[in-house]
């Protein structure tokens, strides 16, 4: 008899796989769905963008393996697009690693760090991957509450009054998903210096900085970031190309060097044409983000319209493409409330509690959705 890993045993299908597999069932017997879960952006790259990758496909060697370390130009490009927007100096020929997204450098990153008992600090709420790939390569989860009376960021004077020998990494993600939360530059530097004190590598996945938010940052602004931290970033939200799968990684070169011998080992090259269009895309005028955002602007108005109409609260500061909504007290779980909205009003809501036990009492909406399909979704309700 042939069996599984025993390391499957300790995660689960992603939830999204799984519900949306349900989604789709229903849309399949007719059902108008009206999806808000997830934030796959529903509009196109800018036409620059696809000129670029069409033309790319023609050049000599563009269908050929492609370095694991990417192009150069693209690595230059890159280097540029964080001096220009953060302030950061990286240098492009070893402080720079292109991935496959972000998500692939959560995997590459833990692997190339993490033995089997070392302990991972993860945020709850936070992005379930950071526990199911810790999970995957035998370390153990730790989680810090993040809450909303201390603006979804960690009381690092509880954590350190912990035991953290065993600690060999620790997520953060500013602008913060699920909650939008972002952070100053003071509570960056309070991160680096708790992670200078107890020897621990600090990674801040940052795929959020330009969507409805005026006041981008970037950890490696920090002086002496580099000395404990990577920083993640994507072309996903940014640019609307979450299914090109382009991301990078960003720090000093030893710490990419251990990362790049996982990602050689697991994949190959990115695809010329990709890359070219991600140069492309990282090279937009300040028009692309001004133009973004202001349709964003205008579906985090109806969302917040339909988040009154379920009796939420929410903050408007929030940044990302997600709204953030507690439900009203006499909910006492969000999965069966979303549930009831999906079968009886057919539209499907993230609810708050897969990115944690602290996610409970609240829901996620996505502004991946039409102005047209928020305002049908708010008519169902009236």
Known sequence: MIRTAKRLESVQEYYFSKKLREVRGLMAKGRPIINMGIGSPDLAPSEAVIQTVQKAILDDGAHQYQSYQ????FRNAIAAFYKRKFGVTVDAGNEILPLMGSKEGIMHISMAFLNKGDEVL?????????????????????????????????DLDILEAQDLSKVKLMWVSYPHMPTGATATREQFSKLIAFAKRNDILLVNDNPYSFVLNDNPQSMLSIDGAKEVCLELNSLSKTFNMAGWRVGFVLGNAEFLEAVLKVKSNMDSGMFYGIQKGAITALESTDAWYSDLNELYRERRQLIFQLAKKLGCIYDEDAVGMFVWAKLPMSITSAEAFIDNILYDRDIFITPGTIFGSNGEGYIRFSLCVSKEKIQEAISRFE
């Open 122 to 154: 993860v945020p709850n709420p936070g992005y379930p991957t950071y526990t199911s790939v810790t999970n995957l390569v035998e370390a153990v989860p730790v989680y810090y509450d993040l809450t909303e009376g201390n603006g979804w960021f960690p």
């Open 70 to 73: 990417g192009l150069p130009e």
